[in-house]
């Protein structure tokens, strides 16, 4: 099932703006089910598993120099695992901002480099081939690093910490009996 399917993006979308806003996960409407070191799971029942980070670093950069008065909205990493609706280990981001419509969003971890396509503030893995390479690259690796550019010209740059990812991730998976 590609991770850019339109049914999933309403899946997260729904999960989402249901009130299940992350923002900085201590401060999250739902409390994380466990916690991982930088990486949250939450759970709604055995059919909805994701985890969850915010960045540890944020830069923000305008005609080339650093933009201090930038606003952002949620800035979050996610895996969902949705299996009834066949959503398993789905890579997605959360800019907090709306990228440039067709405008590829890179996404690093280590010397890999991977290519997210835009919807709206939401970017995704073009199939579930790519999220399954993403998924090994992030146990494998310390960081992920995720560069966009806003609508209105502001290039980010937010990275993320791997620590407790993979622990995160098995108990989604276990969670959701995957």
């Known amino acids: 099932m590609s991770s850019a399917n339109p049914m999933n993006k309403f899946i997260l979308i729904l999960v989402i703006s249901s009130n299940i806003i992350f923002g900085s996960i201590a401060s999250a409407k739902m409390e994380s089910v466990a916690d991982f070191q930088d990486w949250g799971v939450y759970s709604n029942d055995s059919n909805s598993c994701w985890i969850a980070s915010g960045p540890l670093k944020v830069e923000n950069t305008k005609n080339g120099k650093p933009a201090n008065n930038v606003t952002r ?46 919807d709206g503030n939401f970017a995704w893995a073009t199939n579930s081939d790519i999220d399954t390479k993403i998924r090994i690259s992030m146990t494998r690796g310390s960081e992920a690093i995720i560069s966009a550019e806003s609508t209105r010209g502001t290039k980010t740059k937010d990275t993320f910490s791997l620590r407790g990812f993979t622990a995160a991730l098995n108990d989604a998976k276990k969670r959701c009996g995957v």
């Open 73 to 118: 909205g949620q800035i979050i990493l996610f895996v969902s695992y949705f299996p009834k609706k066949g959503v398993l280990g789905e890579v997605s981001f959360a800019g907090g901002y709306t990228f440039i419509p067709g405008q590829i969003i890179d996404l690093q971890i280590g010397s890999t480099k991977y290519s997210l396509i835009p």
